[in-house]
């Protein structure tokens, strides 16, 4: 009879997760979007997640006006200020957190000009959305990071205990 080995909870993978998705207040509008899912609090009470807002670790407060990416890569606020640099350095941030933190999975945001993973609005801000990825969302995918949605739980799951 085999034995069964279930790993202490240090060695778990570690997941990153949205801060807003999380239940922080960072959205652009100052709410959250928490998940209330058992599959979450479960990886919390794991103690798997690490949280982070990359718009808010790039230095925007909240609130903040909306902003979205343009077709040039940009991304503007609703009220045509430029905030590519934060953008850029909230990305920055979210890739360096994995690095340390050895993390090989991310929950994040939907249509989000951050973390978006599949979906982003069109930059018309006319709520049109478009498949794309935020920057933060590109950033980690790039270096091989798995990003999910708040919509694939489940399939995080299976990869998870796969």
Known sequence: MPLLFIPPLALMDKI????????????YDGKDNLLTDSLLQQWQQQDRLIVLCPEVS??????RPPAEIQTDGTIITKNNIDV????????HQAVMLCQQHN????????????CGSHFIYDGQFNG???TGQGLTAAALTKMGIQVFSEHQLSILYAVLDS
Do not use: H, M, W
């Open 128 to 130: 049109t959305k478009v």
């Open 58 to 63: 790039g230095g925007l407060p909240t609130p």
């Open 84 to 91: 590519t640099d934060a953008f850029l350095q909230g990305a």
């Open 16 to 27: 990153l997760i949205s801060g807003c998705l999380y239940g922080l207040p960072v959205r």
């Open 103 to 114: 993390i090989k999975f991310a929950i994040l945001k939907e249509n989000s000009p951050s």
